[in-house]
């Protein structure tokens, strides 16, 4: 008997794995529309909103469906009677395996229960998976089919979300660039010795923090200009609106230092140059003589009073050394000088700093610009006709300036052929600077002296000061002229014979120059220019300085 239930129970085991998979295909086919209406509404929603890698995340409602069956057909397992019931059923057996199981597991060991086991056992020999249809639900399935195609059309078709997708890849990639040139800087400052460690860890600090939130932002435009603007904003608070000014102002004392030892100095020197310069000069006060005391004390008073705004704590070390050599003071003087050296040697430790903020800040700056203008194809294509349409447009202005050159140029040649005549009963203020002669000779209005002969040879200190560089504006004037028959001017022995008044705008160089680097520097400290332009500002100015100027 237990030969007949065993060769059964092997007969059934294939049957009930064929159950299982019969069961799971139909489970499917019921369960199917949950995943695919989930794909479906995932790349719905990639339609109204910005989603990375949007065919992953759609299929994942598929890929959770697949995973819930597999773990079905794992989980689920179906006992021999289970199977012998449902084979019974199945192929209309009338119950005979099942009722062999039943015997068997009853301990029924008569002989008409070993003739019905042997029975069944013969029966389920001609059984075979093969005869256990697969069955699936028709109806639903084709439901489901309908959010799978949709689905599908939504993946394939084009997503008007994808231009903005390219944008954030585009701005992710520009602030990983961004990220890599700040933490290139951050490396510069940390090996740079001029700084002072304070303004070194700050400016870590603050350059470090900003490369995380720039690396962790994931292609929001919006958000990253905020950090940039943010970073920018407390830079801009560390910097000292004085330092174009006092930098200026301590090159001009470091050549004026080489101007007293006899050398020529340079356009740009350096401040250690000046550092060593005050040191010498402290060593040196025992060796000089009366004479050579008070124009040093003379030269130290004038430029105390060059650094009083911009650096008054050199300043104080200067005039105090100046008023100990006025007194006969020997040693005070000394000192001053050495604090004098030790103030300029601090003053270049915080001008380097305020070096370091510069550059930062210019780095933080263009980084911003890079990444305002990225993924913003269409606005530089917009850009671009615009510059086109500038570009004609300074030509054309560049033809009228052309035009108005060359008829001015015809009126002077008009007006030095005549020097006596005048075609209008007056002339305005503004022209009253422009000298005529009947001479060939060239001479630059702001250099007359230094180019040529005549007027500009007598008086070599003046130059053309057409405007106030304080920007005030003043009311033109009209001042009539009179005229004599025939359109003449009338002339008399002993006046000029040039139009208007004597030139109020030729005004000494030396008078004048102080006031225009102070405008210039002004107009550095209102507005942020980059490190490597202010460079060329002060070179300029430092050409154009009195002792300096070829």
């Known amino acids: 008997m237990s030969n007949s239930y065993e060769q059964l129970r092997q007969q059934l085991q294939p049957l009930g794995l064929r159950l299982r998979y019969r069961d799971t295909l139909l489970l499917a086919s019921r369960t199917l529309w949950s995943g695919t209406i989930g794909f479906a509404l995932v790349l719905l929603a990639g339609r109204f909103i910005p989603i990375h890698n949007l065919w992953l995340l759609a299929v994942i409602p598929l890929i959770l469906w697949a995973l819930a069956m597999i773990g079905y057909l794992l989980a689920r397992q179906l006992s021999l009677q289970q199977v012998a019931r449902r084979m019974d059923s199945q192929m209309e057996l009338r119950e005979r ?248 040697r601090n003053a270049q430790s915080q001008l380097a700093d305020q070096r370091a903020v510069q550059e930062s800040l210019a780095q933080i700056q263009e980084g911003r610009q890079h990444v305002a203008r990225s993924g913003q194809q269409s606005q530089s294509g917009q850009s671009g006709q ?54 060939s000779a060239q001479v630059d209005p702001n250099r007359p002296g230094r180019n040529g002969s005549g007027a500009g040879r007598e008086r070599s200190d003046l130059v053309y000061q057409p405007y106030n560089p304080s920007t005030q504006t003043g009311e033109r004037d009209f001042i009539q002229g009179q005229q004599g028959e025939g359109g003449q001017t009338q002339q008399r022995e002993g006046e000029q014979a040039l139009p208007g008044a004597v030139n109020p705008s030729l005004v000494p160089y030396e008078q004048i120059f102080p006031e225009y680097a102070r405008s210039a520097s002004e107009a550095l400290d209102r507005g942020y220019i980059p490190p490597h332009l202010k460079e060329y500002v002060r070179d300029y100015f430092s050409q154009l300085e009195p002792g300096n100027a070829p």
């Open 386 to 439: 615009q510059s086109q349409s500038g570009q004609s447009g300074q030509q054309s202005q560049s033809g009228q300036s052309g035009q108005q050159s060359q008829s001015g140029q015809s009126g002077h040649q008009g007006q030095s052929g005549q020097s006596g005549q005048t075609g209008s009963g007056g002339s305005q203020a503004d022209h009253l600077g422009q000298g005529q002669s009947g001479t």
């Open 97 to 344: 395996l099942s009722t062999a199981i039943e015997l068997h597991d009853q301990a029924n060991h008569d002989l008409l229960s070993q003739l019905q086991q042997e029975e069944a056992a013969t029966v389920a020999q001609r059984l075979h998976p093969g005869q256990i249809p697969f069955e699936v639900d028709r109806q639903r399935l084709r439901v489901s089919m309908v959010p799978l195609a949709l689905g599908l059309a939504l993946l394939w078709l084009p997503n008007p979300q994808n231009t903005i997708l390219a944008e954030q890849r585009q701005v992710q990639q520009t602030l990983a660039q961004v990220a890599d040139q700040l933490e290139q800087l951050a490396e510069q400052i940390a090996q740079n010795q001029e700084l002072t460690a304070e303004e070194r860890a700050l400016l870590e600090q603050q350059l470090a923090e900003l490369q995380e939130r720039l690396r962790q932002n994931a292609g929001n435009r919006e958000e990253a200009l905020a950090d940039l603007s943010a970073t920018e904003a407390r830079l801009q608070q560390q910097l000292d609106p004085q330092t174009d000014a006092r930098q200026a102002a301590l090159e001009q004392m470091a050549r004026n230092l080489e101007s007293l030892s006899g050398r020529r100095p340079a356009a740009r020197p350096d401040l250690n140059q000046a550092r060593q310069q005050l040191e010498r000069l402290a060593q040196e006060l025992d060796t000089m003589n009366e004479a050579e005391r008070e124009a040093l004390a003379e030269q130290l008073a004038q430029q105390a009073g060059q650094l009083a705004a911009s650096d008054p704590r050199t300043a104080q070390s200067l005039s105090q050394a100046a008023q100990a050599l006025r007194n006969g003071d020997i040693e005070q003087a000394a000192a001053q000088l050495q604090q004098a050296a030790q103030d300029v």
